[in-house]
């Protein structure tokens, strides 16, 4: 007998078991919900993952009927794993049900894990406004758990969002909102040049000059090591050169930067935000 086959035999098992009548005690909802679990499994074995998908949904369903919530978290997203491999549509959709469950009986670290991995399968669909969503969520989660760094890893994808969709305030205040929250931590200190960078890069995309001054100001203030950093002076380089409208000047001020700190060393979108402020000059 094929896997796919096996799988078959064990669903119309468990079909069987949820319609028959319980004679020794134990709960229907248990037997069928492991009988749905073995069918899930020879799915897999065959490759079939839509199959697999859908078993785990009936054994989440069969755990939510004899109130095992956890088991039915776990259920939902076993079957988001399955899904994740043909349909990311219903992969989103199970793991919110599972965030749900998670929520619900106080789980907020493990939400928090999903909420990120939604936000990352809409980030690969390209659905940033609902990767942002689900990133806040992530985030809100991860603080009401006291971890710091997984969420200020979601807002800094907010951020990066953010500043692709051209909604450069908000960006701006999430980049200095984490700069700020670092500087008291002796491990992240370290990281806030890199913060306050992307946030001046945010406020050089604006196109206001006297803001980006204004924000270097504030930026000093907040960390006094910062204006001896390459990270000050460039973005203090392209906010003159983009108020002398000095086309060459600014496009020597990238050059030189990217020689010797490449522009990988920023958030990936960084390039193109810097870009965005050159086209201001032309």
Same mark, same amino acid.
């Given at each position: ?6 799988? *078959? $035999?064990? @669903?119309?098992?468990? &079909?069987?078991?949820? !319609? ?13 919900? $492991? =009988? ?21 949904? !009936?054994?989440?369903?069969?755990? #939510? ?24 549509? &219903?992969?989103?959709?199970? =793991? ?12 907020? !670290? ?10 990352? =399968?809409? *980030?690969? @669909? ?9 990133? $806040? ?8 758990? *006291?971890?710091? %760094?997984?969420? !200020? ?12 969709? *051209? ?20 491990? #992240? ?14 406020? #050089? ?11 270097? $100001? ?10 001896? %950093?390459?990270?000050?002076? #460039? ?9 002398? @409208?000095?086309?060459?000047?600014? %496009? ?8 010797? %700190? ?18 201001? =000059?032309?």
């Amino acid at each position: 007998m094929s896997d796919a086959a096996k799988g *078959e $035999e064990f @669903e119309k098992k468990a &079909e069987k078991k949820l !319609n028959g009548w319980n004679l020794f005690g134990s709960s229907k909802f248990e037997d069928a919900a $492991e =009988l749905y679990e073995k069918a899930a499994s020879s799915y897999k074995l065959a490759k079939s993952w839509d199959k697999a998908g859908a078993a785990y949904i !009936n054994v989440a369903d069969c755990h #939510l009927k004899s109130e095992s919530k956890h088991e039915a978290a776990s259920g939902y997203v076993d079957a988001a794993k399955c899904y994740n491999k043909t349909s990311p549509k &219903e992969a989103i959709s199970c =793991l919110t049900k599972a965030v749900n469950l998670f929520k619900e009986i106080g789980r907020f !670290n493990i939400a928090a894990r999903h909420c990120k991995e939604i936000g990352e =399968l809409y *980030e690969q @669909e390209q659905d940033l406004e609902q990767a942002i969503v689900f990133y $806040e969520q992530a985030a809100d989660l991860f603080e009401s758990e *006291e971890s710091t %760094t997984s969420a !200020n890893q979601c807002k800094q994808k907010i951020a990066q969002f953010a500043a692709q969709m *051209e909604q450069y305030q908000k960006a701006i205040e999430i980049y200095e909102d984490i700069a700020r929250q670092s500087m008291n931590n002796n491990l #992240l200190k370290y990281s806030v040049k890199g913060y306050l960078l992307n946030a001046g890069i945010c406020q #050089l995309c604006k196109g206001d000059v006297v803001a980006i001054n204004n924000a270097l $100001e504030r930026y000093q203030e907040l960390d006094p090591t910062f204006p001896g %950093t390459r990270e000050y002076k #460039l973005l203090a380089d392209i906010a003159a050169a983009i108020d002398e @409208e000095d086309v060459a000047r600014f %496009t020597d001020v990238i050059k030189e930067f990217d020689s010797m %700190t490449p522009l990988v060393y920023l958030l990936a979108f960084n390039f193109q935000l810097v870009s965005n402020s050159f086209v201001l =000059l032309v």
